[in-house]
């Protein structure tokens, strides 16, 4: 899909646009992930190359691992973007895309430290952790 996808923070402070391809669309159900959203982290990735930010100066970025650096906007705390640096990838979330969004989680990741709150009942595959590892069987809800 090579379309172009628009998104923005809460304040409109960040704003961005992508064009695809969308590589991977996926959830992650990690606790450093829960924690940053607040609520569920699904995202897009795509092209570093091929996204766009407007209100750059707004934009904060917190390493929140050797490998990862997470995006959010400084004036209203909107989570944006998730980024392995010098992977020439990044990924959006798609809580921040403007709807029709129109792109569908494929797949769940870390979902052995998922916290209870919310069940997966869409029937996409699930991973104890990364999609190299071991699947983990649905639950019937
Ligand atoms: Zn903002
Ligand atoms: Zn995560």
Redesign the pocket.
């Known amino acids: 899909m090579s379309r172009t996808v628009e998104g923005k923070c809460l304040c409109g402070a960040v704003s961005f646009t992508a064009k695809g391809p969308f590589e991977k669309t996926s959830a992650?159900?990690?606790s450093?992930?829960a924690r940053w959203t607040g609520g569920r982290?699904a995202s897009t990735t795509v092209e570093r190359a091929r996204l766009r930010i407007q209100g750059e100066a707004s934009l904060k970025w917190y390493a929140s691992s050797d490998h990862a650096r997470r995006g959010f906007c400084a004036c209203c705390g909107s989570s944006l973007f998730w980024e392995n640096p010098g992977s020439g990838k990044i990924d959006l979330l798609l809580g921040a895309l403007t709807p029709p969004v129109d792109l569908e989680v494929d797949y769940h990741i870390?979902v052995e430290g998922k916290t209870d709150y919310y069940r997966i009942c869409d029937g996409k595959p699930q991973y104890a952790e990364y999609t190299n590892g071991p699947q983990v069987e649905p639950s019937e809800d």
């Open positions: 992650c159900h990690c450093q992930c982290y870390f």
